[in-house]
């Protein structure tokens, strides 16, 4: 059951450019859409997060696109730094009850000096 | 910053033995979760706790897992009699308990079962 496939395990960059990590769910149920950061041996960090209802959302060097028709999403970093580099993890949830989130599989950026 | 902490960062433990992993979530925050993941595998969704009862739980969830919230301000998951397959990373995480709120995760738990 991959409701949340994030396609490439891994991605390297170098820094300043930009890095794009890709996430595709399934569930059109899904109406909320996260952005995770993990380093090793801690738990997940927030990052940003979109509501279906829009588009795009930026902060700072982070902007989440999601394309509902295309049941994808994804994240850009501009300009990525070398603190950058850990697994990213997409995750999804439904409005319905408490706030299960579904995971992707995790993309290991790692920017490059 | 307030944050969600788990103790113990470690836990190893032979099979057949109980566990108990506890967390403490943000203090204003009403949902409350736990999340596993295997080494090399996605983060599953174990269990969401609202209100003093469990809201949604996964079928990984079985009749071996249990969560209290004894007091205030602890949260834990219990596993009864722990199997080798139980060995894995366990997230505790809360949330303010609105729609389309991000969960906060605590650093995790290592479980080893031997």
């Known amino acids: 059951d991959q409701q949340v496939k994030q396609n490439s395990p891994s991605l390297s960059v170098q820094e300043g450019r930009i890095s794009i990590l890709n996430c595709d769910y399934t569930?059109?149920?899904?109406?909320?859409f996260l952005w995770y950061k993990k380093y090793p041996a801690e738990g997940p960090t927030f990052l940003i997060s979109?509501?279906?209802?829009?588009d795009k959302n930026e902060d700072g060097r982070f902007t989440v696109f999601l394309n509902k028709s295309a049941k994808h999403l994804s994240l850009h970093i501009v300009p990525s730094q070398p603190g950058d580099s850990a697994v990213y993890f997409c995750?999804?949830?439904?409005?319905?009850?408490?706030?299960?989130?579904?995971f992707g599989q995790g993309t290991r950026l790692t920017i490059n000096p | 910053e307030p944050e969600v902490t788990q103790t113990p960062s470690h836990q190893v433990t032979q099979m057949g033995q109980e566990v108990i992993l506890r967390c403490v979530p943000i203090?204003?925050?009403?949902?409350f979760y736990w999340y596993r993941q295997i080494l090399g595998q996605k983060v599953e969704f174990l269990v969401s706790?609202?209100?003093?009862?469990?809201?949604?739980k996964s079928e990984i969830f079985d009749d071996q897992f249990s969560v209290e919230r004894p007091d205030g301000s602890n949260f834990t998951l219990k596993i009864r009699s722990t199997k080798l397959e139980d060995s894995a990373m366990y997230f505790c995480?809360?949330?303010?308990?609105?729609?389309?709120?991000?969960?906060?995760f605590g650093q995790g738990t290592r479980l080893t079962v031997v």
């Open positions: 979109i509501s279906s209802i829009k």
């Open positions: 203090s204003n925050h009403l949902y």
């Open positions: 706790f609202y209100n003093n009862e469990i809201s949604e």
């Open positions: 569930n059109s149920m899904f109406d909320y």
């Open positions: 995480a809360s949330s303010p308990g609105q729609q389309n709120t991000e969960a906060f």
């Open positions: 995750a999804a949830s439904a409005f319905e009850g408490a706030q299960k989130l579904v």
